[in-house]
């Protein structure tokens, strides 16, 4: 398959419209990779708005991870890492990267917190810290995946975060259910949005 079917594209506009709605995503922050049948992955282009997405946005790769469509456009630098969830993962249908601000807020107050919470964020499925490495780089791809071999989510030092579903409202509704954690977790340790 070289390209996304309409019914899949709908439910990935629905679901980005959903992102960016919930705070999820911001302008063209954020990127969306998808598991197409065949072995093909689509991944989100670079300047991709996830509120606004069609079907020029997506960059399909075939399953040696070279383009198949391009559409003129470059895949997100996220790219490396969300093929690399979706090979690792058998049951990640999609994979997503946010930057919510208090799920970013908890990627940058570090691995301590994200400890401490544990019992907060166990409705998530598993949520692992992943040191900082440099965006798009191969260290951060094979760290991400590796956390998210045995967890739903993957917080980065100082990024934001990388989850996985097994469609993408599932990977949706995992962020959305980080987010609201991540929030109550500065709620109990007496922070407002004023003190991140």
Not at 153 to 165: F, H, R, S, Y
Request: aromatic share 4%.
């Amino acid at each position: 398959m070289s390209s996304i079917e309409p019914q899949e594209l709908e439910q990935l506009q629905q679901a980005g419209r959903r992102m960016y709605a919930s705070g999820l995503t911001t302008g063209t922050l954020g990127s969306i990779g998808v598991r197409l049948p065949g072995g093909a992955v689509a991944v989100t282009a670079v300047g991709t708005r996830i509120g606004q997405l069609n079907s020029k946005d997506f960059l399909v790769l075939d399953s040696n991870r070279q383009p198949i469509r391009q559409n003129g456009r470059g895949a997100v630098m996220d790219a490396k890492m969300l093929t690399a969830v979706l090979e690792i993962q058998p049951a990640a249908g999609s994979v997503i990267r946010v930057t919510s601000p208090h799920t970013t807020a908890l990627a940058r107050s570090g691995e301590e917190l994200i400890r401490r919470s544990e019992e907060m964020l166990e409705a998530v499925g598993g949520v692992a810290f992943v040191p900082y490495f440099r965006p798009g780089t191969v260290g951060l791809a094979g760290a991400v995946s590796e956390a998210l071999r045995t967890n739903r989510a993957a917080i980065i030092e100082g990024q934001g975060a990388v989850l996985w579903g097994t469609d993408i409202d599932d990977a949706v509704d995992c962020a959305e259910a980080l987010e609201a954690a991540a929030k109550v977790i500065f709620i109990l340790n007496g922070k407002d949005d004023a003190e991140y």
